[in-house]
Nanobody
Framework: QVQLVESGGGLVQAGDSLRLSCAGS????????MGWFRQAPGKEREFVAT????????YYADSVKGRFTISRDNAKNTLYLQMNSLKPEDTAVYYC??????????????????WGQGTQVTVSS
């Protein structure tokens, strides 16, 4: 069993930065690929970034590539998302997820083994 709790969201201006964290519980945190997904009002949840269990591989949506960086610290059971150069279109609820699948495959599926409760990110223009 893995429980995930996101933090770090907030209200920022366009061009600002934020770092989201996702604290995981359970000894098996390091067995899972981890990812960030987001859902804007009136839209479906979408892939943002995923990272393999050993941090060797990371994948990004085209819309965030070059601006966002996903990382994880398995010793701390924590997943991160560094978001730079934020844009109003980045406004959404951001969710972390864990799944026992490759990070590449995780980017293309909707159902995950575990989801966090989400954290709101609002970017004003």
């Amino acid at each position: 069993q893995v429980q995930l709790v996101e933090s770090g969201g907030g209200l920022v201006q366009a061009g600002d930065s934020l770092r989201l964290s996702c604290a995981g519980s359970g000894r098996t945190f390091s067995y899972y690929s981890m990812g960030w997904f987001r859902q804007a009002p009136g839209k479906e949840r979408e892939f943002v970034a995923t990272i393999s269990w050993n941090t060797f591989s990371a994948y990004y949506a085209d819309s965030v590539k070059g601006r966002f960086t996903i990382s994880r610290d398995n010793a701390k059971n924590t997943l991160y998302l560094q978001m730079n150069s934020l844009k109003p279109e980045d406004t959404a609820v951001y969710y972390c997820a864990a799944h026992r699948i490759t990070a590449q495959a995780m980017a293309g599926i909707k159902n995950m083994d575990y989801w966090g409760q989400g954290t709101q990110v609002t970017v004003s223009s």
